[in-house]
């Protein structure tokens, strides 16, 4: 492909959570479902391939704060969808907390009512409130997680494509409405499901929802190669970024799956400023806003440094990184974080500068030549087939980076003048489904894993 | 009441699917109807399994056809209390207030079904959306000290935490009950709004209970002597809606009230948490 595809968060008010506390910013913009219509057909008038929300159920201590998840995704996109014609959407679902049959049906829904523009983002869900919402008093250990993920993966998939072309019949004459042998059931037994039947709606105008993929843990990787048609992934350092595309195809490939039909989105944070003392001034005042000593324990806790939290100022080299003394929050930030580190050490709040408050995705700050240069560059080193972009203040920097910077990108036909198709997955240049191959995968995967438990029935999975 | 009780209009047969696909036939007299609605759209009450999630048809709908209330049926079957009152709660804030919830057991034993309502709606009430300050001077976004854990361990559920979503502009949802039996009925009191009755002895039962304490009545396809707050009415063609729809009597009162509590006369709810512990302590400025 010599385009890439955009992707562009709704998170408000932006990656900088503190960013309300700025002048003229509506801090209750996270509820209000007006500007969040206003900020999809913003997107769409620049052609942008589908927006975004990352979700995580469950009100953490941080409300004090800043707003986190809020509205549940899958409603808030099919409301602000149906004033679109071509943007695709892609929603965010904990496969801890939930059960495979209900999330399958809302999401074809979904896709039904959007006329096949909806996509399914895979999650697994860490974080103790959630646990708590759902009456555990911790979260289930990550293997366990993303064994039920890949599982949960498995059972929607194979119920999206339960229904055959042509199972509908509608002969008037006759009263024959849907032909029985042309509908698959499912009759799945696993670790964690038990699924018997089919769904009773028919396949979507893109067959189903497609379906990201988010965790960066040997897991996480293992469900990508397995499932995913777009792998969700951060990447602070080039190179690291583009071994990590590399890998995926490779993975995906030895799951027997054509490479060319997993794609990767890398997540950048963007500020886009009129020029190098705007970015700055503007750096300086999201940074500001920031409680420092709150985003240094964040820190530390993604990257398994422990909960006390660290001295905004001292430095962490790559030593301290591989003697951390618990397993990282998130195995794809870690990853993405050490890669940077290993080029020298970082003192925290440089880290928490360069990934607008977080310890993952990279903030790209620049005026519109910079960024689009940027894009470009990695781009071309084959670091991704295409961008999530999440806007450092929600307020500002979508809109900008739609009217300014998308069309620099347009200019230099690295990116769409105008929607493919009229489907998420057409637009994305996947390739159109054949009926059966998902429930034929999962059929795979299922007496693999059975071989798997037979050979070894004692055996637990290595996880990082 | 009125001589002209609310109608619920029950979503049936292919109407739910054609209203999915956008369907001109199907919602353009629905459409067409501005100005009042004495009358809500109900999704999800058909035969299992459901071709629809409820909840995504109903938000999908309510953005095509914005004045008219939407309430979706709720069996329980799969879904935790704590995914189920988060997404209605978000309808209620996408409609802006006008969303109610059917409940309905489906082969649940009654107290689950109480139980699983009590839940969602102590959730629903959780986070009062007044705590809401964002104070930009001291950098407080909300004001902690009112967010309660709902603290629940019952017999079927176990749910720590507050809600992720505020409270909405109607407070919560608007919750019905279809109570099948008189277990369900008498579990109901208290507990919702309004209880959907289609059994006659189950109308003596409410009928014969005190009317300051049982629940507001929805009949459904019996007589109520005007006693009826609403009445459902099962709709199985476009033909069927068409002529419910021609049948609506207009109401002056809809446009001065906003939410479908308002429209209904339905008092303000709340779910009383003050003996649950707060979600995060108290907060230091």
């Not at chain 1, 929300?53 to 149906?82: C, K, M, N, R, Y």
């Not at chain 1, 870690?334 to 003192?347: K, V």
């Not at chain 2, 047969?13 to 353009?28: K, N, Q, S």
């Not at chain 2, 099948?180 to 039962?205: Q, Y």
Request: charge should be negative.
């Amino acid at each position: 492909m010599n385009t890439f595809h955009l992707n562009l968060s709704l998170m408000t008010p932006g990656h900088f959570r503190g960013a309300w506390r700025l002048p003229g910013r509506d801090p209750l913009a996270w509820v209000d479902v007006g500007r969040y219509r206003e900020l999809a057909r913003i997107a769409e008038g620049a052609k942008i391939h589908a927006i975004f929300l990352g979700d995580s159920p469950g009100l953490g201590t941080a409300i004090a704060e800043h707003p986190e998840s809020g509205l549940e995704p899958t409603i808030l996109f099919a409301d602000v969808l149906a004033g679109t014609k071509h943007l695709g959407a892609i929603a965010t679902s904990s496969s801890t907390y939930n059960s495979p049959y209900n999330l399958a049906r809302r999401y074809l829904a979904l896709d039904h009512v959007t006329g096949g523009r909806a996509a399914f983002n895979i999650v697994t869900t860490f974080a103790p409130q959630a646990a708590a919402a759902f009456g555990y008093g911790t979260a289930p250990e990550k293997a366990d997680r993303y064994r039920r993920a890949d599982e949960f993966a498995g059972v929607v998939l194979s119920l999206w494509d339960g229904w055959d072309d042509g199972a509908i019949v509608g002969d008037p004459a006759s009263g024959r409405f849907a032909d029985p042998a042309r509908i698959g059931r499912l009759e799945h037994v696993g670790e964690f499901f038990r699924v018997s039947g089919a769904l009773s709606v028919p396949p979507s105008p893109q067959r189903r929802p497609v379906l990201v993929q988010a965790g960066g843990s040997p897991g996480g990787l293992e469900l990508a190669a397995n499932w995913a048609d777009v792998v969700f992934t951060a990447g602070q350092d080039l190179d690291e970024a583009v071994a990590f595309r590399a890998d995926t195809k490779r993975r995906a490939a030895q799951a027997g799956r054509d490479p060319g039909q997993i794609l990767t989105s890398l997540g950048v944070i963007v500020l886009v400023g009129d020029s190098d003392h705007d970015v700055r001034r503007r750096i300086d005042e999201l940074v500001d806003s920031t409680d420092v000593h709150a985003a240094a324990t964040g820190v530390a806790i993604q990257l398994g440094l422990g909960t006390d939290g660290l001295d905004p100022d001292s430095l962490i080299t790559i030593e301290s990184l591989d003697a951390a003394p618990h397993p990282p929050a998130s195995a794809g930030f870690f990853r993405s974080t050490r890669a940077l580190i290993a080029a020298g050490p970082r003192t925290v709040r440089e880290l928490i500068t360069r990934s607008a408050g977080g310890a993952g995705h990279r903030l790209l700050a620049g005026t519109p030549e910079q960024i689009a240069d940027d894009l470009e560059h990695w781009f071309r080193a084959g670091a991704a087939d295409g961008f999530t972009i999440m806007p450092a203040d929600t307020a500002v920097d979508f809109e900008r980076f739609t009217a300014q910077v998308v069309p620099l990108l347009q200019e230099r036909g690295l990116f769409q003048q105008d929607y493919a198709g009229t489907t998420l997955r057409e637009n994305l240049g996947l390739a159109p489904l054949v009926p059966g191959a998902d429930r034929q995968r999962a059929g795979n995967q299922r007496a693999a894993a059975h071989q798997r438990a037979a050979a070894h029935p004692t055996a637990e999975e290595e996880e990082g | 009441m009125t001589a002209s009780p609310f109608q619920l209009l029950a979503l049936q047969g292919d109407l739910p699917g054609r209203l999915a696909a956008g369907d001109p036939d199907v919602v353009r007299p629905l459409a067409a109807f501005t100005g009042h609605s004495g009358a809500g759209l109900v999704l999800g009450e058909e035969s299992r399994p459901l071709r629809y999630d409820p909840a995504a048809l109903a938000t999908a709908l309510s953005v095509r056809l914005p004045r008219w209330p939407v309430l979706t049926v709720s069996d329980g079957a799969g879904d935790h209390p704590y995914n189920a009152a988060r997404r209605f709660l978000s309808v209620d804030h996408l409609t802006g207030g006008r969303s109610g919830v059917v409940f309905r057991s489906r082969g649940s034993a009654p107290r689950h079904t109480a139980e699983r309502i009590s839940v969602i709606r102590a959730l629903w009430n959780s986070w009062p959306i007044h705590s809401l300050v964002a104070d930009r001077g001291t950098g407080i976004y909300a004001h902690t000290e009112g967010i309660r854990a709902i603290d629940h361990q019952g017999r079927d559920f176990a749910v720590y935490g507050a809600l992720d979503s505020p409270t909405s502009i109607q407070g919560e949802p608007v919750s019905l009950w279809y109570v099948a039996t008189a277990e369900e009925l008498d579990a109901a009191h208290g507990l919702v709004d309004l209880v959907i009755i289609d059994d006659p002895a189950l109308l003596g039962r409410w009928a014969a209970s005190a009317q300051d304490e049982r629940p507001g009545l929805v009949a459904s396809g019996i007589a109520h002597d005007d006693e009826a707050t609403a009445e459902l009415v099962p709709l199985h063609s476009a033909y069927e809606l068409a002529e419910a729809v021609a049948g609506i009597p207009t109401a002056e009162r809809v446009d001065a009230a906003p939410s479908l509590r308002a429209v209904l006369c339905l008092p303000p709810r709340s779910y009383d948490l003050s003996s649950k512990p707060l979600a995060f302590g108290v907060q230091h400025a």
